[in-house]
């Protein structure tokens, strides 16, 4: 499905980056790292986990794996144990060691600068690659992980719960130097107000500030109790 231009929806994309991003300023990753490789691999062991597991794993497995030549000669089974509350622990555990193989021998050890090079890795798809590509490369970057999918969507910003629609959605509406902060508020607005489950807009007293925009698509048909 191709995305055509629509004023509306850019003012609607501007209007959420002016309301969220000083309620969320911080252009930071969750996951705990201390540079560049410790991003990568704890971003790949982030899918469909929340950041909090991931960070309960990752002291230990970079205690023993502290760059990508130890990583790339680890027992896989080792690893697995390691990282085994993270969940996909088998299929993450052969991932991260040979997404370290192939930082090793492509690149010298380093996490590529290019998405290209990025999305080539084992693991990674384009939230990861564009989170690791704007943190550590300081490149814009649109991250439509599970919080940023749910929050565009109720919104109407973008038409489904498509990964890959909702970033071309931003990226054709949305100036590229406001991607990444746009990325970061909508991920915490989806974190912590309009949550999968009794989001803020379904209970008393909710101090949304994108009540008045939102159409709140899905939400009242999940949520009976919501009004309107």
Known sequence: MSVAPNPAIAARCVEVYNRLVPRWPDQRPL???RNCFE?????????QTTDEQVNAVTPVLFARYPDAW????????????IIHPVGFFNAKA???VRTAQELVTRFGGKVPDT???LLSLPGVGRKTANLVHSACHDAPGIIVDTHVLRVLYRLGI????????AEETVRI????????????AVNRHGKFVCMARKPCCTQEHCECPLLDLC?????ARRHPETPG
């Open 31 to 33: 996951v705990h790292h």
């Open 39 to 47: 991003l990568l691999i704890a971003v790949i062991l982030s899918a």
């Open 70 to 81: 130890s990583l790339a000669g680890a027992d896989i089974e080792d690893v697995a144990s």
């Open 94 to 96: 052969r991932h991260i």
């Open 115 to 117: 998405m290209e090079d």
């Open 158 to 165: 973008t038409p489904r719960r498509d990964p890959g629609i």
């Open 173 to 184: 509406h949305l100036d590229p130097a406001l991607h990444t902060a746009f990325s970061y």
């Open 215 to 219: 159409p709140r698509r899905d939400v």
